[in-house]
């Protein structure tokens, strides 16, 4: 099972391929500057390439007792509305029971209403891409505040800027990627290059 997850550098292939990784001089909205962006939905819009990034994230919890062990009383759990489709596809893979996803309301991230504690089962929070974890530690809080726990968390994608654990569970991914980010355009090597600048929205 384990020849079964692809490469790191298949998936970056498949990243690159489908327009999720994207390379130039880019301009974030909190004034950092990146010569990569990754804009993880374009890898998600093709059904093909969803279910080969999911499956190939289901397999990594497969592989862990802790998880298979609780099959199929298992929940799995997006942070963000771009984790929706990992859940599902992860979901389908692994045959868990629920899923729940998470979303921004009045700038706090929160479930739907009427989800009752106690009613989640033990969870797996997945994402598409971890940036600096607060996705993953907000939903991580969450989950608690409803009487479950952490059993696996993983993304398609983390920087390796980010924590390596929630809840002293590991997060698993199909690529650690080391992002290169300039505070300003001071730093930046592409603005002293003049590169044209594009600015992304989040
Ligand atoms: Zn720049």
Avoid at 2 to 14: A, G
Avoid at 23 to 39: A, D, I, L, T
Avoid at 55 to 84: N, T, W
Wanted: hydrophobic share 40%; proline share 5%; net charge neutral.
């Amino acid at each position: 099972m384990v020849d079964l997850i692809p490469s790191s550098d298949t998936v970056m292939q498949i990243l690159k391929r489908t327009g999720a990784f994207r390379e130039g001089h880019f301009v974030y909205p909190n004034g950092k500057h990146s010569p990569h962006y990754f804009q993880m939905p374009l890898a998600f819009r093709y059904y093909d390439t969803a279910r080969v990034l999911a499956v190939a994230l289901s397999r990594k919890f497969r592989i862990d007792r802790d998880v298979s062990s609780q099959l199929p009383k298992v929940s799995i759990i997006s942070p963000s509305s771009g984790g929706i489709p990992v859940a599902f596809g992860v979901r389908d893979a692994l045959s868990a029971e629920q899923i729940y996803w998470a979303e921004q309301e009045g700038g706090q991230r929160m479930f739907r209403q009427y989800i009752n504690k106690g009613e989640v089962n033990p969870c797996i929070i997945v994402d598409d891409i971890i940036r600096s974890g607060q996705a993953i530690e907000e939903t991580a809080g969450l989950v608690e505040s409803l009487g479950s726990n952490i059993i696996g968390c993983g993304a398609i994608v983390r920087f390796s800027s980010a924590p390596d654990t929630v809840n002293n569970v590991p997060i698993k991914s199909l690529v650690t990627f080391d992002a290169h980010m300039y505070d300003s355009g001071d730093s930046c090597a592409d603005c002293k290059k003049n590169a044209p600048v594009e600015n992304v929205r989040f």
